[in-house]
């Protein structure tokens, strides 16, 4: 992959001078959806899937971007000196931002550089192909001015990118489940004060799949913004009975004693779902610990429930995946994964019965949507590295 994206970075600027080649995952959140934004935990894991870029300095301030996956667009040229979100910009918005971003918080990026990037992250799947482009671009310029940040805190900067150059207003877990991945773990974060540990991913005889919907969709013309001021109407009123400064805060037995302070009803439903999706993120890693697979499989499928009719963001297309994917024995858990509204499901499936399950579900989902999903056994990759 390095000599084949270096020859095309050859191809796409000139020959002359050495290049570099980075990479940084996608991720699939296992479970705890929604909840990064509402003080609760999550629970994601980094992929061997993600973001490959190649990279050269350059001797004057232009910045000069190439993507394989958008080889119609050609190269789109931007200047250090005008780092502003423009329509023009196209998905060269996500990099920029970070450069953005960096300068923003006392950073000097001395000169430009040509950069073109290959992801095999389906666009628009929910997998994090944004924040995998983000997390790594401040990857790429951390090593290549020697910039002093840590992971976590390009995790941080890249998440304050897309909330204010990019106006998603995301949380913080695609950023640092990439900048923090690690091999054969998924990533137990509490996002209230982003204390986190890593757990074993020990699935036995079974493999995580992913099914996409192939319905394109992007956070920012999603209903995520509108969730997420849904919750915090709902936090501000909650708060009126009793001391919290997020729902993540709040138990199962808090939110129903108090849930009567909530006065518009789709508010308390966004809140019950904030509440009940964090326990059941607790309760996850607990079962993995304990070796119960079952029951975190049936943790996964109370999760899509719950985004299916309090959170309502799952859709005809994810809901028939998961439907059609708990039909099939050997199937341990399914959920609608990422934002919803399209992109993305995740299912913990016995490997005996993964051809089976990708053929019947996928049927089953083409007779009745018109349209093919497609299917990815994936593995549990690290964070963001220089090859």
Known sequence: MKEKLIQRFYD?????????VYFAPGRVNLIGEHTDYNG???FPCALTIGTYAAVRKREDHKIRFYSMNFEQLGILESSLDELINKKENDWTNYPLGVCWAI????FS?????DILYFGNIP???GLSSSASIEVLTAYVLREMFSFDISLIEIAKLCQYSENKFNGVNCGIMDQFAIAMGMENKAIFLDTAD???EYADILLEDAKIVIMNTNKKRGLGDSKYNQRRSECEAALEQIKSVIPVSSLGELTEEQFEANQNAITDEIQRKRAKHAVYENQRTIKAVEALKNKDIE????LMIDSHTSLKYDYEVTGTELDTLVEEALKIEGVIGARMTGAGFGGCAVSIVKEQVIDSFIENVGKA????????????????????VKL
């Open 12 to 20: 796409v600027f000139s020959a002359e001078g050495s290049v570099d």
């Open 40 to 42: 609760g935990h999550v």
């Open 103 to 106: 300068k923003e918080k006392g």
């Open 109 to 113: 990026i001395p000169c430009g550089f």
């Open 123 to 125: 666009n628009g799947s």
């Open 194 to 196: 982003l204390s986190y």
């Open 295 to 298: 029951l975190f499989g049936k």
């Open 365 to 384: 989902y083409k007779e009745k949507i018109g349209y093919e999903a497609d299917f990815y056994i994936v593995s549990v990759g690290g964070g963001p």
